[in-house]
């Protein structure tokens, strides 16, 4: 294969060169977020698109790569800042990197057996995914959040996982202060002993 | 694993809560400049820092990523701009990607069979470094030339493949017009077919 170029415009949320692109719209994410009656509200004014991401899939071998970038607009449903639908890859073992490069975000981790960890990414902060969490990105502040990423190739997503326990454990919502704070989301039910069993069992 | 954030100061070429840092002086690099007495010259002034890489190893497990920063000093040795020793992956199918984060550069690529191929690097250009190319990093700039980079953590390096071959197939030198240029470099010896079959066979 022939090596390649491609350049990341940050403003845009674009990867020149690249070999795909999706966009989720507010419509793409129902069931995710927990005032129901702000989310109809806001799409009865329109179907914002609440990220969208532009991609690199050389191929899907094990052991190659896949890179690009997010970009998610700022935006809030009730107190609930905007977030990715989130997922788990399902070949377990596969970590992912994401890259700050404009905004301000948090990487939202959930492990299997329900433990929880938010961390701040800003311009240039790495945030590590390590194998078998959980994850979703969240814009918390009032401009675009543009991340670059990688991961690789084989990893897969599992984007149901989040769905079938009722949600992340914990909610981010607006503090009422300008910043942010994490709520327990009354329906998030813990994995079973087996639904965990079977995460681990993803590993290749 | 814990989840962790890392800090990339693009500025300093560093990376906050990584888990390595090397740097390669000049006297590291014997043999790599075509112009020796040039080179000797430059050592018997010192032996500055050529480049510097720190990076995050969380571990060498197939499926999983190593990530880092690279600053390379600018500066030539004769007419040959400061490069660094160059590898292709001891697990010759796994990719690279480099991601310009300042200056400007070229990303020397070089496949088993003597293909030559040179990708100019800025700012937010990534350059995906196919399986089975040989690489290696120039600084073409009078700035220090910085990049993030990320590949697979079973990638392994093979460094001496260059040095075999009497140097890669070109040397790239200042062309004396605030440029580069591309020459033969006469030192070089095409990969035997037994040699080019080795370096396929190394995929996992």
Not at 97 to 114: C, D, R, V
Not at 170 to 195: C, F, K, L, M, S
Request: with cysteine; charged share 25%.
């Amino acid at each position: 294969m022939e090596p390649l170029c491609l350049q990341v415009d940050v403003a845009k949320g674009t990867l020149a060169g690249g070999s795909g692109r999706y966009e989720k719209r507010l419509s793409d994410l129902g069931g995710i977020y927990a005032d129901r009656q702000a989310f109809e509200a806001m799409l009865a004014e329109g179907d914002p698109v609440v990220y969208a991401v532009e991609d690199l899939k050389p191929n899907t071998h094990p052991g190659d790569m896949i890179f690009g970038v997010t970009r998610m607009r700022p935006g809030k449903i009730g107190a609930e800042f905007f977030v990715t639908r989130g997922h788990i890859h399902a070949t377990g073992n596969r970590p992912e990197i994401y890259y700050g490069e404009s905004g301000t975000g948090l990487m939202q981790l959930e492990s299997p057996a329900g433990e929880s960890r938010l961390i701040e990414i800003r311009p240039r902060s790495v945030c590590y995914v390590p194998p078998f969490w959980i994850h979703r990105s969240i814009n918390i502040g009032h401009d675009d959040l543009v991340m670059t990423f990688a991961y690789p190739a084989d990893s897969g997503q599992d984007y149901d996982i989040i769905a079938r326990a009722g949600g992340m454990k914990q909610r981010v919502i607006d503090n009422g202060q300008g910043g942010w704070t994490a709520i327990d989301n009354p329906t998030y039910r813990p994995r079973t002993a087996a639904e965990i069993e079977r995460v681990w069992s993803t590993a290749a």
